[in-house]
């Protein structure tokens, strides 16, 4: 596993080989349209009384000619989307060719994308930043698998829809203190085991559902895009304030169905199903792997825009976390080392799901560069800036996390709001003067709508949120029989899910009434 990882890794580094010293991390700056900037630079000083526009002094001095060279063409997220239909068709009409190819395609298309970037559009700046993300997802995501394959839950209690609804809510709120990633590994093995004589397709769609996505919205820690909206500048608890009344409408609704579709379920006559008759209702094995997750989940805040003292690599005024990663590779590489051989055993771990969740998003994360670019170029051109309202920020931010990761989904959709009212996401003044409203018309009932939008419609598909992909896979490697890509979104997805997200929507958004 380890091997195919740095093979992996070592390709991508080779063909950022060519990138030059003057890469700068900057993402509202670079796609703000000709058209869009002078209309934030006519209006900022009557919009913003209570704040000086640093942004116009910025826009004045941009070239707009050169800039334009480096916006990829339409024609340019065609691999993208290819990949998407392959991940989607290939485990169900080629599935040999696919198990056996899937990592040469991913790379292939990915580097096709990047090589467009460097050499064609010479555009460095896109790459890097796709790097960057990509290795921060890539560590925390590992970390926390390792260090929860190690621990061993036993849930002794009799199968029944009310058990297994209290395990999907403590794993909602787990998810806030140690991510949606950390909870979904810890949970999924004890779930399924509870459930091994009655697991059905539903059991899992809905632990990725609650658990795996909408569960952590409360906190930075939850979920990506509200960590990297705190580390731009958003307060640790904002989400907390904002974000609980949409979440709790969210998980009354996901529970109340799965507990319709729980009662219903029978097998051989019995709807309970005894598993254990141990004295004890949780057995654990592995207890010091809880020590290692703990450490995994402080190593988050070792970041160089939170704490200035952490070294950092410097770009134009912009500080590149590497100390966090490394740290993050050595806690999994410790968690696994000494875990105990028999809760590793027992909980049938490998390195198969996280094998295919590092392969698979090396695709994602380069082909997914000019999709996300066309998006924020045209949410801040001039006809996008007069689209933008609360109401398109949740359906639009929404819409695209369910297909492009929902971590820069999300950093988009902000700047372009942001940029939209004359405020910069570079400035970490702004970003909190913004998520308090101080000085901007609406701005907090927007970035709600984005924050709830991005991990909310991360569950629509496997690809919407990291935990996912990884979920159905450890699930499928227990013997459970997961849906397609598309029959995921058809049957599970758009039925269940679609209607809860159109729910708190209007409730929260529309109607405000909540």
Same mark, same amino acid.
């Given at each position: 596993m380890f091997r195919n990882i740095a093979i992996s890794a070592l390709w991508i580094f080779i063909l950022m080989a060519g990138v030059k010293s003057n890469t700068i991390y900057a993402l509202a700056d670079e796609s703000l349209s000709h058209s869009a *900037?002078?209309?934030?630079?006519?209006?900022?000083?009557?919009?913003? !009384?209570?704040? !000086?526009?640093?942004?116009?002094?910025?826009?004045?001095?941009?070239?707009? !000619?050169?800039?334009?060279?480096?916006?990829?063409?339409?024609?340019?997220?065609?691999?993208?989307?290819?990949?998407?239909?392959?991940?989607?068709?290939?485990?169900?009409?080629?599935?040999?060719?696919?198990?056996?190819?899937? /990592?040469?395609?991913?790379?292939?298309?990915?580097?096709?994308?990047?090589?467009?970037?460097?050499?064609?559009?010479?555009?460095?700046?896109?790459?890097?930043?796709?790097?960057?993300?990509?290795?921060?997802? &890539?560590?925390?995501?590992? @970390?926390?698998?390792?260090?929860?394959?190690?621990?061993?839950? *036993?849930?002794?209690?009799? @199968?029944?829809?009310?058990?297994?609804?209290?395990?999907?809510?403590?794993?909602?709120?787990?998810?806030?203190?140690?991510?949606?990633?950390?909870?979904?590994?810890?949970?999924?093995?004890?779930?399924?085991?509870?459930?091994?004589?009655?697991?059905?397709?539903?059991? &899992?769609?809905?632990?990725?559902?609650?658990?795996?996505?909408?569960?952590?919205?409360?906190?930075?820690?939850?979920? /990506?895009?509200?960590?990297?909206?705190f580390l731009k500048g958003v307060p640790f608890f904002w989400t907390l304030q904002h974000n609980l009344l949409p979440w709790l409408l969210a998980i009354l609704m996901l529970s109340l169905i799965f507990f319709w579709l729980d009662n219903r379920n029978v097998v051989n006559g019995k709807k309970n199903i005894v598993l254990s008759?141990?004295?004890?209702? &949780?057995?654990?094995?592995?207890?010091? *792997?809880?020590?290692?997750?703990?450490?995994?989940?402080? @190593?988050?805040?070792?970041?160089?825009?939170?704490?200035?003292?952490?070294?950092?690599?410097?770009?134009?005024?912009?500080?590149?976390?590497?100390?966090?990663?490394?740290?993050?590779?050595?806690?999994?590489?410790?968690?696994?080392?000494?875990?105990?051989?028999? @809760?590793?055993?027992?909980n049938a771990f490998n390195f198969a799901p996280i094998k295919e969740v590092v392969l698979i998003f090396i695709g994602i994360f380069g082909t997914m560069m000019p999709a996300l670019t066309l998006i924020s170029n045209f949410a801040q051109s001039e006809a996008g800036i007069n689209l933008i309202t609360h109401n398109s920020l949740y359906w639009g931010a929404g819409i695209f996390s369910s297909v492009l990761d929902n971590a820069p989904t999300y950093l988009n959709f902000v700047a372009a709001t942001m940029a939209s009212q004359g405020a910069d996401i570079l400035q970490p003044s702004e970003v909190y003067q913004y998520a308090m409203g101080q000085g901007f018309a609406n701005s907090i009932l927007r970035l709600k709508s984005i924050s709830v939008a991005s991990v909310f419609f991360g569950a629509m598909t496997y690809i919407g949120n990291g935990p996912n992909f990884m979920v159905k896979s450890i699930a499928e490697q227990l013997g459970v029989r997961m849906p397609a890509f598309f029959n995921y979104i058809v049957y599970f997805a758009i039925p269940f899910l679609l209607p809860i997200l159109f729910l708190v929507w209007l409730v929260c958004f529309y109607l405000q009434i909540l």
């Open positions: *900037n002078h209309n934030l630079c006519k209006g900022v000083i009557e919009e913003r !009384t209570k704040h !000086t526009p640093v942004l116009c002094s910025n826009i004045q001095h941009q070239q707009p !000619t050169e800039k334009h060279n480096h916006i990829p063409p339409s024609w340019l997220a065609i691999p993208f989307i290819l990949l998407l239909c392959m991940i989607a068709s290939g485990p169900l009409l080629y599935e040999v060719f696919w198990h056996k190819h899937y /990592p040469k395609i991913s790379i292939l298309l990915s580097g096709l994308v990047i090589s467009y970037y460097l050499f064609v559009l010479h555009n460095y700046i896109k790459p890097t930043e796709a790097l960057m993300e990509y290795i921060q997802f &890539i560590s925390l995501i590992s @970390a926390l698998y390792m260090a929860s394959g190690g621990i061993l839950i *036993n849930v002794n209690k009799t @199968a029944t829809p009310i058990v297994n609804l209290v395990l999907l809510w403590i794993g909602a709120i787990l998810a806030n203190f140690i991510g949606t990633t950390g909870a979904s590994m810890l949970l999924i093995r004890p779930y399924i085991r509870l459930n091994q004589d009655r697991i059905k397709t539903y059991h &899992i769609v809905f632990f990725i559902f609650i658990v795996s996505n909408v569960g952590g919205a409360l906190t930075p820690i939850g979920d /990506p895009p509200l960590f990297l909206g008759k141990s004295s004890r209702a &949780i057995e654990i094995v592995g207890k010091r *792997n809880f020590i290692w997750l703990l450490l995994v989940i402080l @190593a988050v805040f070792v970041d160089p825009n939170i704490f200035d003292w952490v070294p950092a690599i410097h770009y134009h005024g912009h500080d590149f976390s590497f100390v966090r990663e490394l740290l993050l590779l050595l806690l999994a590489w410790f968690s696994y080392r000494y875990a105990s051989r028999i @809760a590793l055993q027992s």
